[in-house]
């Protein structure tokens, strides 16, 4: 049932779902490895729930926040994970409303952002980096299927990139990056 439904999105929005199969477990596993730490845990574009799945059973007591977009991906999702918060909405949106998080939230996206329309990347960046910044605490574990960090800084010299690993065993294959304070 899950893959039929990210089929369905992703051949509807493409550029809004940016993969054209679910992440792997392996994917998965070494993006919850990278938010070790987390007093919180706000997944960007969860999808059919890949990461949600290893974010749960990596961090089983956490908040969690789950952000998906796509309505009928965001029902899945409350229904297989009863314990979490989900939002059929923007990130840009829910980050906004989440200023009072606590300091060491991670944020864990798996959003496209080499594809995604400029009405949806630009808000959401510019969102991300007004929270990371509110609290050195904070940062982003991002994965991206090109070479180069996920997206471009608005504000270059606060914040920094960092590429953790490559999981190779991913299709394709995917760098985990890291973003927070410089």
């Not at 864990?108 to 949806?120: A, H």
């Amino acid at each position: 049932m899950r893959p039929a439904a990210f089929m369905m999105v992703a051949l509807a929005n493409p550029s809004v779902v940016g993969a054209v199969l679910p992440s792997s477990r392996y994917l998965a596993a070494a993006m919850a490895e990278a938010a070790d730490g987390a007093q919180m845990l706000v997944e960007l574009g969860a999808g059919t729930g890949a990461m949600t799945a290893a974010l749960r059973a990596r961090f089983p007591t956490r908040p969690l926040v789950a952000v998906e977009m796509q309505v009928p991906l965001a029902r899945q999702l409350r229904e297989r994970f009863d314990d979490i918060e989900v939002h059929a909405a923007p990130a840009h949106e829910v980050l906004e409303a989440l200023g009072d998080a606590p300091p060491a939230t991670v944020l864990v996206s798996s959003l496209p952002f080499r594809s995604l329309p400029d009405l949806w990347r630009e808000p959401t960046i510019a969102a991300i980096e007004r929270f990371l910044l509110a609290h050195p605490e904070r940062r982003l574990v991002q994965f991206t299927y090109q070479p180069r960090a996920p997206f471009e800084l608005q504000n270059p010299g606060t914040l920094r990139w960092t590429r953790l690993l490559t999981v190779w065993r991913n299709v394709p294959p995917a760098g985990v990056w890291q973003l927070r304070r410089a």
